[in-house]
């Protein structure tokens, strides 16, 4: 298959699960990103744009070395993306709150080195760009159309509050570290489907 029809094929797979469905607000940083306004006011977000840069951050990240990239959120719906994203690729997860000093204070015992940070929320995770910027980590940020992504510096514009879109988003992101690498052909599957990457929700959370 050419790569043009692995692409649809991925498109199609992909339409379904949000990823490009943003909010009611976009901010001048995420308006080169967004297509149109959808009958419901939610932005939506250039699919191609998103997949183009999905490819740009593996390219990125398979030269910086993937054990030396970390991947981390205080999003509680990226939990299960990130960890299924790190066992396929070999990132390192840091989930939940940030530790400040994370990055910048050597004395600490959390304190790390890596040459990457890979986040899914530039809001949520402020404190980890903040300390990645300081220290000249490069940040590789997820963003929806009312994010600011002044310090972000590749980003990867998509929806990253829904649980299906999240899954995407880092299945996507490790089907491309591993056709990157050699170990995945463009018109092969990769062993899990994007609902193996999606955090369930609890019963008590539906009721």
Known sequence: M???GATSDIKKKILST???VGTQVKTKFMKPYITKASPEGLYIIDLDITL???KIAAKFINRVGIEKVIVCSGREYANTPIEKFCEITGAIEMLGRFMPGTLTNPSLPYYIEP???LISDPQVDSQAITEATNA???VIGVSNTDNITSKV???IPANNRGRKSLATIYWLLAREILIERGELKEDESLKYEIDDFETKISKEEIE
Do not use: F, M
């Open 52 to 54: 183009e840069r999905i």
């Open 2 to 4: 050419s790569q043009q």
């Open 136 to 138: 000249g980590i490069p």
């Open 153 to 155: 510096d590749l980003v």
């Open 115 to 117: 040459k990457l940070l």
């Open 18 to 20: 949000g990823i490009r």
